[in-house]
């Protein structure tokens, strides 16, 4: 599956649109690492739990939106985005979404 974030593929056509796209998840933070990271905080840096933990989050979103594109027959997401907000103290959701198409190569 091929993931853009430009509306066009190198080397391809659209051929056709099959939907809209797109993953998300909601994750919460651990009482461990909220109390460790906020010593983290005090002392100024990145905080590597929580880095590790949104990267997760983006990636399993990805993994839903490619799951759903692929339900569609489709062979690229194009326009591809991503969002985060905050649900409620502690949480947050993370959203990807994009353009599901099926592809030609260009010289056909």
């Known amino acids: 599956m091929i ?3 430009t509306d066009k593929i190198p080397g391809y056509k659209i ?3 099959t939907g809209i796209v797109m993953g998300n998840i909601v994750h919460s933070k ?3 690492k909220d109390i460790a990271a906020a010593f983290k905080t005090l002392a100024g840096g990145e905080i590597k ?3 590790e933990m949104m990267t ?3 990636n399993k979103a990805i993994e839903r939106m490619i799951d759903e594109a692929e339900k569609l027959g489709a062979d690229a997401i194009v326009s591809v985005r ?3 907000s905050a649900i409620m103290s502690g949480a947050a959701e993370i959203l990807v979404y994009g353009t599901a ?3 030609l190569p ?3």
Do not use: C, P, W
Request: charged share 30%.
């Open 3 to 5: 993931i853009s974030t």
């Open 15 to 17: 051929k056709e649109i």
């Open 30 to 32: 651990h009482l461990g």
């Open 49 to 51: 739990s929580y880095t």
């Open 56 to 58: 997760e989050a983006r």
């Open 82 to 84: 991503f969002s985060s």
């Open 101 to 103: 198409v099926k592809l």
């Open 106 to 108: 260009k010289d056909i």
